[in-house]
């Protein structure tokens, strides 16, 4: 049995490759004749080159015709379903990429389709937190020739394959992400605890961690890549909610193991942050992620209560399992006041009613401003973690606004992600008014609701099923534009 192997997408109309020694026009001939080539079949032939295997993957009937987007993503399913095929056989330690089409597509598709959580320990898990030693993984990938575009493919990737770990981990694992951070440079990371939040009046994100023993820390990233040491940061808050039972208005017991991935924004914040900082993009970032458990304990919050934000707003706890909005509303009030961000995006699990909007397709996005949205917009194309506008309106304001505090924490099910969205607006400070006098200084606000896209139930050519890492990649992918 080979120990090495060459994946090659090839154009079924004009196959050719780089790998040495090997006529992928004379072996492509093999294939029967008239047979539909679907992007992502492949065919593995052993014993060529000699001693080694080559997969041959096909990039669709029509690759020659496709541009940008459309002609990325095909690059991506051929390269992930070459290394599917590849990591079911046995022996194979090393898988060298034809990465030629496009590196940074491919680098991605390579590393994300290799990716598989478990924690079964036969074979032993990379993923058990028990490990004395790290396990290498099972296969090695590299390029054929290698770039630059290729190694950042690598880092998006990793960077994606943090945040799934981080939410595939059942909650009562969760490792430390600082070690992460390790030799990276112009990044300080701060874990506040609950008496630095009770200081800060942080009362809505610490109603939460009443009814749980764990204590609660609020993480904050700073990165400091621009040239200008002091220019304003962009800012990222994610919702570290590490498992979500509902608290007193607990959740139905079915499906509830899902809610382990309720830290999913906190996930894809930190891990892009590590991709933004090894990738020494020139912008500053401050990272916020407020973290606890939402459980039933005797003294949790209860329906009805009234709690005072650190903006000085009343809000009542409609419904304990609304939480989101309650770490979160103290968390960008925070950031947005302390740092003064140009540009602030929360990340967030927050509502059922999006899965049902968008299913796990789309990330749907709530913002102020037209620019920020177009740029992720953009982003999330270039990489295929896509995303869907939804309506930030005042004109929902009634569902939330009509209760004894000033708001409400939950609007009812019509519009329920639209609601959520429109009661963190009122603790971003300083975005556009709603007559655009002040569009000039204003900080540009967008909230990235992926209580959908958490979770894949379907595999695609280059993921498994599970818990997905979005939009990691597509943050990615909007910092660097920015910086460009
Ligand atoms: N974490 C959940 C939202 C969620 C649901 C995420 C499904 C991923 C998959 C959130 O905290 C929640 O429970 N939201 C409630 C709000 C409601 C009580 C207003 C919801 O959407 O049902
Ligand atoms: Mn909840
Ligand atoms: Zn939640």
């Known amino acids: ?20 020694n090997v006529d992928l026009a004379k072996l492509w001939a093999t294939v029967p004749r008239g047979e539909k080539v679907d992007v992502g079949t492949t065919r593995i032939f052993y014993d060529t080159p000699a001693t080694k295997i080559t997969a041959a993957s096909s990039l669709g009937d029509n690759f020659a015709t496709k541009k940008g ?27 060298t990429v034809d990465a030629s089409v496009d590196p940074h597509a491919s680098a991605v598709a390579a590393h994300l389709a290799l990716y598989k959580f478990s924690l079964k320990t036969s074979p032993p898990s990379p993923f058990n937190p028990n490990l004395k030693s790290p ?13 630059k575009e290729w190694d950042r493919g690598v880092t998006y990737a990793y960077s994606q394959n943090l945040a799934r770990t981080l939410m595939e981990l059942p909650a009562n694992m969760m490792t430390p992400t600082a070690t992460e951070f390790a030799g990276i440079e112009n990044v300080e990371i701060f ?48 919702k570290g909610i590490t498992f979500d039972s509902g608290g007193i208005s607990l959740k139905p017991g079915d499906g509830m193991k899902l809610m382990r991935g309720d830290m999913g924004g906190a996930a894809t914040v930190v891990s892009a942050t590590l991709a933004i900082a090894k990738l020494k993009l020139p912008v500053n970032l401050i990272t916020v992620t407020p973290l606890t458990e939402n459980l039933p304990g005797p003294s949790a919050t209860k329906p009805g209560d009234i709690i005072y934000a650190m903006n000085g707003k009343s809000v009542e706890v409609d ?18 006041t302390e740092y003064k961000p140009h540009t602030l995006i929360d990340v967030a699990t927050l509502t059922g009613a999006m899965v049902i909007a968008l299913g796990e397709i789309f990330t749907g996005v709530f913002s102020t401003s037209d620019e920020l949205w177009k740029r992720l917009h953009a982003a999330g194309e270039q990489e295929f973690d896509r995303f869907w506008r939804m309506p930030l309106s005042e004109e ?24 959520a969205a429109l009661f963190l607006k009122a603790f971003a400070h300083g975005i556009e008014a709603e007559d655009g006098s002040n569009a000039e200084t204003a900080m540009k606000w ?11 139930t379907r595999p695609t050519p280059y993921q498994e099923n599970g818990m997905t890492g979005r939009p990691v990649r597509a943050l990615i992918e909007y910092v660097r534009g920015l910086a460009n």
């Not at 396990?135 to 770039?147: F, N, Q, R, V, Y």
């Open 319 to 336: 419904n304990t399992d609304a939480e989101g909005r309650l770490v979160l509303s103290d968390a960008i009030y925070y950031a947005s």
């Open 191 to 238: 874990v506040r605890d609950e008496d630095w939040a009770a200081s800060k009046g942080m009362n809505t994100f610490l109603s939460v961690t009443h009814g749980t023993n764990e204590p609660a820390k609020f993480l904050e990233i700073h990165y400091k890549g621009a040239p200008q040491r002091d220019a304003q940061p962009i800012a990222f808050v994610g």
């Open 69 to 95: 987007e459309a002609k990325r993503e095909l690059v991506r399913k051929s390269v992930g379903s070459a290394v599917k095929a590849l990591k079911a056989l046995d022996g194979l330690k090393e898988v």
């Open 135 to 147: 396990i290498p993984p099972k296969l090695e990938i590299k390029a054929i020739e290698s770039s």
């Open 396 to 419: 929902f304001g009634p569902q939330i606004y009509s209760s004894n505090a000033d708001l409400c924490n939950t609007g009812g099910r019509p519009g329920g992600s639209c609601t």
């Open 1 to 20: 049995m080979s120990t090495s192997a060459f994946i090659v997408p090839i154009d079924p109309k004009a196959p050719s490759s780089v790998v040495p």
């Open 446 to 456: 967008a909230h990235l609701d992926i209580a959908g896209t958490m979770d894949a």
